[in-house]
């Protein structure tokens, strides 16, 4: 079966990846053997970029290394956006 395959960058992240040795997966070997019957013809990755936070570069330069990394499969298409930062502010229901 031909399939398409759309990950949300953050979610698959935080979701199944963060507290596991597998934040280096490579997307092409991994989602073959998920699904072994299906032909899978594009992986398309939708992200944004990290920035810097709290004074640490570490976690925008690892991703940039992922994200290079990636490039480099043929299957695998990196979709960026951006991440919409808004302060909120609530009264306090109970003080």
């Known amino acids: 079966m031909r399939t398409a395959v759309y990950i949300d960058a953050f979610n698959l992240y935080f979701g199944a990846l963060k507290k596991t040795s597998s934040k280096w997966l490579n997307l092409e070997t991994w989602l073959d053997r998920q699904f072994p019957k299906n032909d899978i013809e594009v992986i398309k990755y939708f992200t944004a970029r990290v920035k810097e936070f709290n004074g640490s570069c570490a976690a925008r330069d690892k991703q940039a290394a992922y994200l290079e990394a990636l490039a480099t ?8 956006g951006h991440y919409l930062v808004k302060e909120v502010n609530a009264r306090l229901a109970s003080p």
């Open 73 to 80: 499969l043929a299957r695998v298409e990196v979709i960026e």
